[in-house]
Nanobody, 124 residues
């Protein structure tokens, strides 16, 4: 059974940085596109970034473009989200997810497996 485990969340002041990691176990990592999503209180889950199976292609939400970087290490079954210049509006629970589809998707419904989430808080 495929399992995803996020780590690296926390509280950081505006303008600071955090690095989220997601370790995937129980499956063949290179079969999955990987994505990061976030959900703030009272809001719907939204896509943040995603990366193709090979790591050759990455996509970002406009709200994080230029500040966040997604990467993956296929030898370590890990996907990482480097978050810089954090803003209060980045406060949310961040989830990593795995998608077996042929083409990567920004839609949460396309993803097959999800982690438990990690809280990121940026006080205003």
């Amino acid at each position: 059974q495929v399992q995803l485990a996020e780590s690296g969340g926390g509280l950081v002041q505006a303008g600071g940085s955090l690095r989220l990691s997601c370790l995937v176990s129980g499956g063949t990592f290179t079969l999955y596109h990987m994505g990061w999503f976030r959900q703030a209180p009272g809001k719907e889950r939204e896509p943040v970034a995603r990366i193709s199976k090979s790591g050759a292609s990455t996509y970002y939400a406009d709200s994080v473009k230029g500040r966040f970087t997604i990467s993956r290490d296929n030898a370590k079954n890990t996907v990482t989200l480097q978050m810089n210049s954090l803003k209060p509006e980045d406060t949310a629970v961040y989830y990593c997810a795995a998608d077996r589809s042929v083409l990567s998707s920004q839609y949460a419904s396309a993803y097959d497996y999800w982690g438990q989430g990690t809280q990121v808080t940026v006080p205003s």
